[in-house]
């Protein structure tokens, strides 16, 4: 709840919300202004706000499976602040098991539950066909309804009639397959969209509609084709969405102009199961700086597999939208490029959770202007889990220190292998290539040609910034050609520069001058001989001493390099 000075809240219940970007959800205050309070709510909010409030478990039903009424002896019954009257012996009816999620096809059962009234209740059914346009008759029943359901768009509607009084509710609800569902771009010869959309010549032509048909467990398969949305494409339930060639030749698209307009994100995968792979996202807008994540896409636990998020625009601000968010999921193969925004979650991706993993993707183009001062991670912010085989290169922030640094790379708590982060630009002083904070670690990877400091001569860490209080291990690292512009560079930089030196420990690193030089098994040189970095290619040539140079890690044995190849190949992990 987020509440102005004039807001007035009553009887009402907030309890079990999460700020679920955030790894310490923060205290939500409201107004004290705010009047009659009467809540129950837990820990994120103040106990003692209010008039009358009341903290404890409120007892709903089974909140897990959506069922928020009170249970018998709920310390929140009849507890109300009496301002709005309320009839106790009103007949009340609701109807079970019916919501916006898509139900299988087959026979279903609902249930209807009546409360109050005067006397025996009679029940009654009507069920209109949506899609067909066609109005059911009521039909007297029992409290439950039994039908057997082709997939479609229907309407339920419940009459219940005591001594006095009639009172009716309705709810719509759709009806999917675990079939493949087709989708084909308006125009397309031969097509005639027909639900349940079962082949390629019924094929729906709108991604948001198709996703309504596909059950849990089904699959959507998107062909070649631009495909506008006007509001967020969201995949609620474990279902596969993927196109058919890839994202070179599927596109969704915000429809509407770049950067104005109605503001939303692209997709969403909100379901852990559920699969979004092969498609071009772009045009994902969002006018403020709220808090939102993902103004391309938004993965919840699900998996994003080769996509690209091309285009995007967020309002630039504290918390202003990443591109991609990876929130516990996986997210694999992907590209993001020329997009624009920055705040305190990166900007180009973003990822959270200590079980989110981010590999084998690609970040480039993105930028922020000058003079913003919370740009935190241009390329990426990783605050958890695992990035592997990122290759992060060409990102710019003007300012770049405010928020935390990192033009290339800020990762908190949170472990980096097998990555290449070149050629990102700090203009202000934090972190050209990486900003590394609390318990992070940094493996096999080529930190090189980064700058710091360009906007403000009082550059630091030009490859690498570790943060104050932080504990950051690096191994097997080579620093190459970064910068600094500083009137009084460390005797660290450009390679690298630490606000608490103590608590950084390197292993088996290269750097490229002696005053960088420190922990076990390092080496300097001026050219780590990459095969030509001038055009993007910082593998090791041939005769470069850093081959078969590492120290062995727990996972280097089996791991692959950004070829696919054996990063072992022969008697040591190389540098």
């Not at 308006?186 to 082949?199: D, H, I, L």
């Not at 467990?217 to 998107?222: I, S, W």
Request: glycine fraction near 14%.
């Amino acid at each position: 709840v987020q509440m102005n000075a004039s807001a007035v809240m009553q009887n009402s219940i907030v309890w079990g919300n999460r700020i679920a970007n955030s790894v310490n959800p923060k205290l939500e205050e409201l107004n004290a202004s705010s009047d009659y309070f009467l809540s129950c709510h837990d820990n994120c909010l103040p106990r003692d706000f209010g008039q009358n409030a009341l903290v404890a478990d409120p007892g709903f039903v089974d909140a897990a499976n959506g069922d928020y009424r009170l249970l018998p002896g709920s310390p929140c019954a009849e507890l109300g602040y009496g301002c709005y009257p309320f009839d106790f012996d009103a007949l009340q009816v609701g109807l079970d098991d019916v919501n916006d999620k898509t139900l299988l096809a087959g026979e279903l059962t609902f249930a209807a539950h009546a409360s109050g009234g005067r006397g025996a209740k009679t029940f009654s059914w009507k069920l209109d066909d949506l899609v067909a346009g066609t109005e059911g008759t009521w039909t007297a029943g029992t409290a439950a309804f039994t039908q057997t359901f082709a997939a479609g768009h229907y309407r339920l509607s419940v009459k219940v009639e005591d001594e006095v009084t009639s009172v009716s509710f309705a709810r719509e609800f759709y009806v999917g397959v675990t079939d493949t569902v087709y989708v084909v771009p308006a125009g397309t010869a031969g097509n005639v969209p027909t639900v349940p959309y079962a082949s390629e010549a019924t094929a729906a032509n709108d991604v948001n509609e198709a996703i309504r048909y596909c059950a849990e467990g089904g699959e959507m398969v998107v062909a070649d084709g631009f495909y506008g949305v006007t509001r967020e494409f969201c995949i609620p339930r474990g279902v596969t969405v993927r196109s058919v060639n890839g994202p070179e030749k599927t596109w969704i698209y915000r429809d509407g102009p770049y950067k104005s307009g109605a503001s939303f994100r692209v997709a969403h995968v909100a379901d852990a199961d559920a699969t979004f792979a092969g498609f071009c996202v772009s045009n994902g807008y969002w006018s403020t700086t709220e808090q939102r994540m993902g103004t391309g896409i938004l993965n919840e636990g699900g998996t994003v597999s080769n996509c690209w998020v091309v285009k995007c625009w967020a309002q630039v601000g504290q918390y202003s939208s990443p591109m991609i968010a990876n929130m516990n999921g996986l997210v694999a193969d992907c590209k993001v490029f020329d997009c624009y925004g920055c705040g305190a979650y990166g900007g180009g991706a973003y990822q959270l959770g200590a079980d989110a993993v981010m590999r084998d993707t690609e970040i480039w183009g993105m930028t922020a202007p000058n003079g913003y001062s919370y740009g935190s991670g241009m390329g990426m912010a990783l605050h958890g889990g695992l990035g592997e085989r990122l290759y992060i290169h060409d990102n710019y922030n003007a300012y770049g220190f405010g928020g935390g640094g990192g033009a290339g790379l800020k990762m908190q708590d949170a472990e980096l292998r097998n990555s290449l982060i070149v050629r990102n630009q700090a203009g202000g002083n934090g972190g050209g290539g990486v900003n590394a904070n609390n318990n992070s670690v940094i493996v096999n990877c080529t930190i090189a040609d980064n700058d710091s400091g360009q906007n403000s001569s009082t550059g630091l860490g030009g490859g690498l910034l570790i943060g104050n209080g932080s504990k950051v291990t690096v191994v097997n690292t080579v620093f190459s050609g970064n910068t600094v512009m500083n009137i009084s560079p460390a005797a660290t930089d450009p390679d690298w520069y630490s606000l608490n030196a103590a608590n950084a420990t390197f292993v088996n690193c290269v750097f490229s001058h002696e005053g960088a030089k420190t922990g076990e098994g390092a080496v300097v040189t001026d050219n780590p001989r990459f095969v030509d970095a001038a055009n993007g290619d910082y593998t090791l040539g041939i005769g470069s001493t850093l081959v078969d140079a590492g120290a062995p890690w727990d996972w280097t044995e089996d791991d692959v390099d950004f070829g696919g190849d054996k990063r072992v190949q022969g008697p040591a992990v190389d540098v």
